[in-house]
C-alpha cells in the first residue's frame, strides 16, 4: 500500500517538453497515479510537488551504449587503471562501483539515471554469450534495457545468403533472437569480422567475403529485409563497413542506398582524405544524403576529448588501433558468429585527426535538418563516456560553448570541417527530441508523456529559454527529478531509490521450420542447442513483445 | 530419470554434453570424464554435511545462521572466500556480503590463474572461444599445459581432434606443439616438443619476439637450441590460424605473471603475420565465471578489499595468502572450497586463531577448521544458476534433484539468507 | 622548519592504513586536531591519536614541516600517500604505499619498506636506509606509465619489479635489485650497485640501466653494443647493451666491465 503511494505524484507548475504529443514548452501539470500519467487524480493520496521554473520531459533514451556484456566486462577486466582513483563508496542505500570509460553494473544505472535516463539499448550481444548480456542486465539498475544481436558476421547467416535462401534467413534470425532473447539485429562490419579470421581485410561493399564468395552487400541486404520479414521495432542497426578509415565516406553513402537503417556512430564513417595526412570531414555529405532519405537514422557517436576505452565488435578495427597506438589490446573472437576488442584510448586536441573527429559528430548534428532522424550518443565508452552528454547537449545548444573548444583544438577542425561556419544551435525541443522521443521511436518504444503512459520522466532545472552552455551542462548533469513508473528514483542529481528495470526482447515468428537445419548447423559450435537458449526465467523483468 | 545436456563444473572446460541417470540410489554419469564422474557422484558422498554445526555440534539452521552473522558482523577485517565450484549467483550473494560488511572478497584465481589475469592487464589478451580453435586452427600449442591430465576432454572435445567447420580433417589438418620443460602426456603426442629449462620460459618467449621483429639471437636460448626456436618461431608465423594455451605452468614458474604478459604480447606480434589467439587454460569449474561476476560489481577480478566502503584491487596487497600471512584478517567465510587444504602451513596455523564460517558439502578440513558450518547444496545437480566457461563462455547449471534438506534451496540462497541476518 | 614527533603504541594485528600522516595533512592543525585526524583499521575508522603518541608542533605550510615517526610502522600502510612538500622521517620500518603518488617533499626510513612505495611518483625524494619490498617506483596495475619524477634511493636490496613503467626520474640501489628491475621502462636512470636479479630491463622501450655489480643472465633480446667508457658520471668501463628488442626497444643497459 505504501509502495503504490509513492507511485502517485503530481507535478504542479512544470514547462513540458513532449514533442510524441507536440506539446512543446507548456506549462501543465502531470498526474502520475500508480506508475502511469493519468488526466486527474485525488491530490490527496498523493505527493504533489511545485515545478515552477523547471522543464519536464520523458526520461532519456540512449540508443547505443555499449553498457553490458562480455566486451564491456573484457575492457573492465583489460584495464584496473580506470577504474583506480574512479571508485564510488557504497551508502545506506546504493551499492559501490567503480571506473571512469567503463563503470560498473550498478555505478551505471546510477550515473543514467541522475542525468535523467532510464532505457539504455546495449548494441552488441554476440548470441552465443547473450546470457552474459543479461547477467549484466540484471545486475544494472534504474535502466530498462534492450540488446541487439550481432549477426553482420554470423557464419549461418552467411551462408544462407550464399546460398541465396532468404526465407531460411529469416527464420534463422528469428530462431536466434528468440533464443537470445534480444530486440533487434546489429550488423558490424558484415562481412569484415569473419574475413579478419583468415588474416584477410574488407574494405569495400563490394569485396568478396573469403570462403563464402558473398559480398558485404549481400549480407546487409539480406538482414535489412529479415528485419521487414520479421517485422522488427527497429531497423537493421549497423556499424558500416570501412569504419574508421580515412575516404570512408563514400562507403556510408553508398550503404544508405540499400534500405532503412540505423547508421551508428556516423561520426566514425564520415571521414574524408585519402590517407590520414589529408583527413578530412565529410559530415556535410553524409549528412545532406540523411536529409534526403527519410528511411535513414544516425546517432552522432561524438569524441569528447579525454582518455576513453574503445570497444567494439569490429575486432580488425580495434586490432588496427592497437597497432597505431602502441596500447594493450584484448580480443574475443566468437565461434561462428562474430568478434570483439579493447583497446584504450585517448582523444587529444592536440590532435589533428582527434580535433576533425570532435567536430564531426557536431555537423552530423546539426547539418542533419530532422531532429528526428539524428540521435545523441558517444558510442559509449568509444568516443567518450555517456556522462559527457550534457556536456555535448550544450555544445549543440550553444554555438560560443562549442566555439571555445574549437578555438583550444588543432587547427585542422578549423580548415577542415565546416563546424566553424555552421551557426545553427539547437532548440531545448530538439535536444528533447534527439535525447528522448527520436530514439525512443526509433526503438518503437514509449517515450512520450501521453495519458496511460508509463510515468518515466525527468525534470531539470533550467529555464527553457536558457541559451549559455555552462548552465545547460549543469543542469542536464544532474536531474532534478528523475521518475521511473511513477517512482522518484532521483532528487537534485542524487539517486535517492534503487530499482530494477526491465529488459524488453521480440518474439518473432516464421513461415519456415528450419528446425533440423539448425541442429546441422549446431555441428559446428562447441556447445550444445539446448544450453545455447536463454530461459526467460533467466531475465529478471523480462517484458517479450509480440511482433505479430 | 535420465538428465541429457548437463553442465558439468569440475574443471574450466564445462563440458555441456553431459548425460546423468538416477537410478534407485545409483548414479549414471555418460560422456563425462574420469574427474567429472566423481563429481557427480558427490550426491551419494557419505560424508555429506546435512545439518548445520556451530563449534562442532549440530545445531537448528537459525541457530547456525545466527551464530555465522554475529561473527562476520563483529569482524573489522573479514575474507570472504568463494570457491569456484558454485554458480556465479552465489558469487555475487559473496561479493555483496563483502560489500556490506567492508571486507575482502576472493576466489580460486588468487591461488592459481591470478597471474593470467594479471598478465591481462599489462599486455591485454588476443583471445577467442574454444570453438574458434577447433573450427579454424592448423596450429595449436600448449604453453605449460597439459591438458591431457588438467583437462581431460579438451583436445577431444575443442583442441586437436574434433572436426572444424574449416578443419575437416580433425587432428590431421592441425600441427600440435607443446612447450614443457618435462614429457608431459601431451607432450608425447606433439608434433614438436619444446623442452625449455624449466623457469626460462620467459627468455624463450623473448627470444622468439626479437626473431619476429627481425633480430638474430646468436646460440641457444633456455637449453632450446637455435634451430628449434627458429622452427617454432616458422610454424608460428606461418599457420593460418594459430591458438597457443597456457596452464598453470607458465603461472607458476619465475617470472609468474610476466610469463603471461610476455606471451600475450607475443601473440599480439603474431597478428602481424597472421591470426592468432591466446586462450588460458582455467583450472577450476567456474573460475571465469567469479572473475566476470567480481569485475562486473567492482571493476576487478580477484582479491578485491571493501574496507573503505569502495573496491580496491592490488594482488599481494588484497589477497587471500598474502592478508592470512600478514595477519591482516580477523574471521573468514569460506564458500565451497576446501581452502585450508591448499594453504602453506604457516597460513592454516593463523586461520586455526580466527573464527571461521563455511558453507560446505562434504567433510573437508576447511569444515574441522569452522566454528560454523552450513550445509552446502551441489551446484549443477542439486541447484540452478550460472557457469563460465574458461573461455567466458556463459552456460546453464541445471538442477535435477533436490538438495537433501529443505532449510536453503542453493549456496545462492544460504548466502542470501546469511545477508538478511547480517542486515537486521 | 617544525617538527610533529609520532610513536606508534599497539598498532593492531590487522594493520592500518593512516594516509593522513603527510605533512600536507598535517600543516596548520594543532596537535588536538592532528590526533583527531583519521586512520583506517579494516572497515573502522579510527583516530590517529588512538594508535600514535603526538607531540611537537606543525608550521603553517606543508614545506615547513618535518614529521619524524619513532618506532616500528611495518604495519602502517600509505605513509605520506601523495604528500607534496615537507618532510617525513620514519626511525624504524615503514609499511606499503609509503610516498606512493607523492609529488614533492622528502621521505627518509632508516629501517625498511613494504612494496608500493613511490608507485607512480611525480616528484620528491624517498631515501631508504634498509631494504624495499616490490614495485617501488612502479606504475600500478594496467597502467602504461610509473614513476614521471623525483629520486628514489634504496641503500640496501631491493625487491621484484623496481622503477616498473618508469617514465622519468632516477633510483639507485646500493645493494641488488630483485627480478625485473627497470621492467618496460619508457625513460629516467636506475643504478643498481650490486647484482641486477633475473631479466632486468624486460620490456624496456627507453631510458638507461646501469649495473655496477654482476648480471647473472642477460635476456636473448638484448644485444650487445660495445664498450663505453664512463656512464652517468660513473667512471670506469662498462659493457653497453640494447633493449629490449623483444618490444622493439632502445634502453640502454651498461654493466661495469
Given at each position: 500500500m505504501q509502495y503504490i503511494m509513492m507511485k502517485n505524484v503530481v507535478l504542479r507548475n512544470g514547462i513540458v517538453y513532449d514533442p510524441l504529443n507536440n506539446v512543446n514548452g507548456e506549462r501543465k501539470d502531470l498526474f502520475i497515479h500508480e506508475g502511469r500519467l493519468v488526466e486527474?487524480?485525488?491530490?490527496?493520496k498523493a505527493k504533489v510537488i511545485d515545478l515552477k521554473g523547471k522543464v519536464v520531459m520523458p526520461s532519456g533514451v540512449d540508443i547505443?551504449?555499449?553498457?553490458?556484456g562480455g566486451k564491456v566486462n573484457m575492457g573492465r577486466l583489460l584495464r584496473p587503471e580506470d577504474s583506480m582513483g574512479h571508485e564510488v563508496s557504497k551508502t545506506g542505500l546504493l551499492r559501490s562501483g567503480s571506473g571512469f570509460s567503463l563503470p560498473t553494473t550498478h555505478l551505471t544505472g546510477y550515473l543514467y539515471a541522475r542525468m535523467g535516463y532510464t532505457l539504455a539499448n546495449?548494441?552488441?550481444?554476440p548470441p552465443m554469450k547473450s546470457r552474459h548480456t543479461h547477467e549484466e542486465f540484471n545486475e544494472t539498475p534504474m535502466l530498462d534495457k534492450s540488446g541487439l544481436l550481432l549477426?553482420?558476421?554470423n557464419h549461418q547467416v552467411i551462408e544462407y545468403v550464399a546460398e541465396e535462401d532468404q526465407e531460411s534467413l529469416n527464420s534463422w534470425i528469428s530462431y536466434m533472437l528468440n533464443a537470445t532473447k534480444t530486440y533487434g539485429v546489429k550488423a558490424v562490419n558484415p562481412g569484415g569480422v569473419f574475413a579478419w579470421g583468415w588474416n584477410k581485410y574488407i574494405n569495400?561493399?563490394?569485396?568478396e567475403v573469403p570462403c563464402?564468395?558473398?559480398?558485404p552487400k549481400e549480407i546487409i541486404s539480406g538482414l535489412i529485409q529479415g528485419c521487414a520479414t520479421l517485422r522488427l521495432?527497429?531497423?537493421?542497426?549497423i556499424h558500416l563497413n570501412?569504419?574508421?578509415?580515412?575516404?570512408?565516406y563514400e562507403t556510408t553513402l553508398e550503404s544508405m542506398?540499400?534500405?532503412?537503417m540505423h547508421i551508428t556512430h556516423a561520426q566514425f564513417s564520415s571521414y574524408g582524405g585519402d590517407s590520414w595526412k589529408d583527413f578530412c570531414s565529410e559530415a556535410e555529405k553524409v549528412a545532406k544524403e540523411v536529409n534526403r532519405r527519410a528511411e535513414i537514422t544516425v546517432d552522432m557517436g561524438q569524441v569528447v576529448f579525454g582518455e576513453t576505452t574503445t570497444i567494439t565488435a569490429d575486432a580488425p578495427f580495434e586490432y588496427h588501433l592497437s597497432q597505431l597506438t602502441g596500447m594493450k589490446w584484448s580480443n574475443a573472437d566468437v565461434e561462428n558468429e562474430s568478434g570483439g576488442g579493447v583497446t584504450p584510448y585517448t582523444y587529444r586536441k592536440s590532435s589533428g585527426v582527434n580535433a576533425v573527429q570532435w567536430a564531426i559528430g557536431l555537423e552530423l548534428a546539426l547539418h542533419v535538418?530532422?531532429?528526428?532522424r539524428v540521435y545523441l550518443t558517444t558510442d559509449h565508452p568509444n568516443a567518450?563516456?555517456?556522462?559527457?552528454y550534457p556536456r555535448i547537449i550544450a555544445w549543440l545548444m550553444d554555438k560560443r560553448y562549442r566555439d571555445k573548444v574549437l578555438g583550444e583544438c588543432h587547427r585542422w577542425a578549423l580548415e577542415r570541417t565546416t563546424l566553424p561556419s555552421l551557426d545553427r544551435e539547437l532548440s531545448l525541443e530538439e535536444i528533447v527530441v534527439m535525447t528522448r522521443a527520436g530514439p525512443a521511436k526509433r526503438l518503437d518504444l514509449r517515450a512520450s508523456l501521453s495519458?496511460?503512459?508509463?510515468?518515466n520522466l525527468a525534470v531539470y532545472?533550467?529555464?527553457?529559454?536558457e541559451t549559455e552552455g555552462e548552465k545547460i551542462e549543469e543542469a542536464f548533469s544532474s536531474a532534478a527529478y528523475t521518475i521511473k513508473n511513477g517512482d522518484i528514483v532521483v532528487k537534485d542529481g542524487r539517486v535517492v531509490r534503487e530499482i530494477n528495470g526491465r529488459t524488453f526482447w521480440v518474439k518473432t515468428r516464421t513461415e519456415k521450420d528450419i528446425k533440423e537445419d539448425i541442429l546441422e548447423r549446431?555441428?559446428?559450435?562447441?556447445?550444445e542447442p539446448e544450453n545455447y537458449i536463454v530461459e526467460s526465467?533467466?531475465?529478471?523483468?523480462g517484458v517479450e513483445l509480440d511482433t505479430k | 530419470m535420465k538428465h541429457r545436456n548437463v553442465v558439468c563444473c569440475?574443471?574450466?572446460?564445462?563440458?555441456?554434453d553431459i548425460e546423468v541417470g538416477l537410478v534407485g540410489g545409483e548414479i549414471k554419469v555418460k560422456n563425462a570424464c574420469a574427474l567429472g564422474r566423481a563429481r557427480f557422484q558427490e550426491l551419494t558422498n557419505?560424508?555429506?554435511?546435512k545439518e548445520p554445526l556451530v563449534g562442532g555440534v549440530h545445531v537448528d539452521w537459525d541457530q547456525a545462521l545466527d551464530k555465522a552473522a554475529k561473527i562476520l558482523k563483529n569482524a573489522e577485517h573479514p575474507l570472504i572466500f568463494i570457491g569456484s565450484v558454485t554458480s556465479t549467483e552465489t558469487m555475487r550473494q559473496g561479493i555483496r556480503i563483502a560489500e556490506y560488511l567492508g571486507g575482502v572478497v576472493d576466489s580460486h584465481p588468487t591461488l592459481c590463474e591470478g597471474p593470467m589475469i594479471m598478465g591481462i592487464q599489462e599486455a591485454g589478451m588476443p583471445s577467442s572461444t574454444l570453438g574458434e580453435v577447433r573450427n579454424r586452427a592448423d596450429l595449436v600449442v600448449f604453453w605449460g599445459a597439459n591438458p591431457l591430465q588438467s583437462h581431460l576432454r579438451h583436445l577431444s572435445r575443442y583442441s586437436l581432434f574434433p572436426e572444424g567447420?574449416?578443419?575437416?580433417?580433425?587432428r590431421r589438418d592441425r600441427k600440435l606443439v607443446v612447450v614443457d620443460p618435462r614429457k608431459t602426456k601431451t607432450a608425447e603426442i606433439a608434433?614438436?616438443?619444446?623442452?625449455?629449462?624449466?623457469?626460462k620460459d620467459y627468455e624463450l618467449m623473448s627470444a622468439v619476439m626479437a626473431i619476429l621483429k627481425g633480430n638474430d639471437v646468436g646460440g641457444d636460448v633456455a637449453g632450446v637450441g637455435r634451430e628449434t626456436i627458429y622452427e617454432l618461431a616458422d610454424l608460428m608465423k606461418n599457420c593460418e590460424f594459430g591458438a597457443v594455451f597456457i596452464g598453470l605452468g607458465l603461472a607458476s614458474s619465475l617470472g609468474k605473471y610476466r610469463n603471461l604478459e610476455r606471451l600475450m604480447k607475443l601473440v599480439r606480434d603474431l597478428n602481424r603475420f597472421t591470426r592468432f589467439v591466446i586462450i588460458p587454460n582455467?583450472?577450476?569449474?567456474n573460475v571465469s565465471g567469479f572473475i566476470q561476476a567480481m569485475t562486473s560489481a567492482?571493476?576487478?577480478?580477484?582479491?578485491?578489499?571493501?574496507?573503505?566502503?569502495y573496491p580496491r584491487y592490488n594482488p599481494g596487497e588484497y589477497t587471500t595468502v598474502d592478508l592470512l600471512r600478514r595477519g591482516e584478517v580477523d574471521a573468514m567465510l569460506i564458500v565451497a572450497a576446501d581452502l585450508v587444504a591448499h594453504m602453506p602451513r604457516d597460513v592454516v596455523r593463523f586461520m586455526k586463531g580466527i573464527p571461521i564460517v563455511s558453507v560446505n558439502v562434504s567433510q573437508c578440513p576447511t569444515a574441522l577448521f569452522s566454528d560454523v558450518v552450513l550445509p552446502g547444496v551441489v551446484a549443477g545437480m542439486e541447484s540452478s544458476g550460472t557457469i563460465y566457461r574458461l573461455d567466458n563462455v556463459p552456460l546453464p547449471l541445471k538442477k535435477f534433484v533436490e538438495p537433501p534438506?529443505?532449510?536453503?534451496?542453493?549456496d545462492e540462497d544460504t548466502l542470501r539468507q546469511l545477508f538478511d541476518r547480517l542486515r537486521c | 622548519m617544525k617538527e610533529i614527533r609520532l610513536k606508534p603504541k599497539a598498532?593492531?594485528?590487522?594493520g592500518m592504513e593512516a594516509e593522513n600522516i603527510s605533512p600536507d595533512m598535517f600543516a596548520e592543525k594543532s596537535l588536538k586536531e592532528i590526533r583527531a585526524l583519521d586512520v583506517f583499521v579494516g572497515n573502522k575508522k579510527k583516530k590517529l591519536g588512538e594508535y600514535f603518541t603526538v607531540g611537537g608542533e606543525a608550521s603553517e605550510k606543508p614545506e615547513d614541516l618535518r614529521i619524524v615517526i619513532r618506532g616500528?610502522?611495518?604495519?602502517?600502510?600509505?605513509?605520506?600517500?601523495?604528500m607534496s612538500a615537507g618532510e617525513v622521517i620514519i626511525e624504524g620500518d615503514a609499511g606499503m604505499h609509503?610516498?606512493?603518488?607523492?609529488?614533492g617533499g622528502e621521505i627518509r626510513v632508516s629501517g625498511s619498506v613494504g612494496s608500493w612505495?613511490?608507485?607512480?611518483?611525480?616528484?620528491g625524494r624517498i631515501t631508504i636506509e634498509g631494504d624495499a619490498g616490490n614495485f617501488f617506483g612502479a606504475a600500478y596495475?594496467?597502467?602504461?606509465?610509473?614513476?614521471?619524477?623525483g629520486e628514489i634511493e634504496i641503500k640496501g636490496n631491493a625487491g621484484h619489479n623496481?622503477?616498473?613503467?618508469?617514465?622519468a626520474g632516477r633510483i639507485t640501489v646500493g645493494g641488488d635489485s630483485g627480478e625485473f628491475?627497470?621492467?618496460?621502462?619508457?625513460g629516467g636512470v636506475l643504478i643498481i650497485s650490486g647484482n641486477a636479479g633475473l631479466?632486468?630491463?624486460?620490456?624496456?622501450?627507453?631510458g638507461i640501466i646501469i649495473v655496477e655489480g654482476g648480471i647473472k643472465e642477460m635476456l636473448p633480446s638484448f644485444k650487445e653494443r660495445g664498450r663505453v667508457d664512463g656512464v652517468k658520471g660513473l667512471s670506469g668501463a662498462f659493457i653497453g647493451y640494447e633493449g629490449d628488442l623483444a618490444e622493439c626497444g632502445r634502453g640502454r643497459l651498461y654493466v661495469r666491465d
Open positions: 486527474k487524480m485525488d491530490e490527496r547505443h551504449s555499449h553498457f553490458a546495449e548494441p552488441a550481444v549477426l553482420g558476421n569495400s561493399l563490394d569485396d563464402y564468395n558473398v559480398t521495432p527497429h531497423p537493421l542497426h570501412n569504419l574508421g578509415n580515412p575516404g570512408n542506398r540499400m534500405g532503412p535538418k530532422d531532429p528526428w567518450a563516456p555517456f556522462i559527457y495519458i496511460g503512459d508509463e510515468a532545472d533550467i529555464s527553457p529559454e549446431f555441428r559446428y559450435y562447441t556447445i526465467a533467466y531475465i529478471r523483468n | 569440475v574443471c574450466g572446460a564445462v563440458c555441456d557419505e560424508d555429506r554435511i567447420r574449416f578443419r575437416k580433417g580433425g608434433d614438436l616438443h619444446v623442452q625449455v629449462d624449466p623457469n582455467l583450472g577450476h569449474g567492482s571493476g576487478y577480478p580477484f582479491g578485491v578489499d571493501y574496507s573503505r566502503g534438506f529443505s532449510f536453503t534451496e542453493s | 598498532i593492531p594485528g590487522i616500528d610502522a611495518s604495519k602502517v600502510k600509505r605513509i605520506g600517500e601523495r609509503l610516498g606512493s603518488r607523492m609529488s612505495a613511490g608507485m607512480e611518483m611525480s616528484g596495475r594496467g597502467r602504461g606509465c610509473g614513476m614521471t619524477e623496481l622503477g616498473g613503467n618508469m617514465g628491475a627497470g621492467v618496460g621502462m619508457k631479466r632486468v630491463g624486460a620490456g624496456m622501450i627507453d
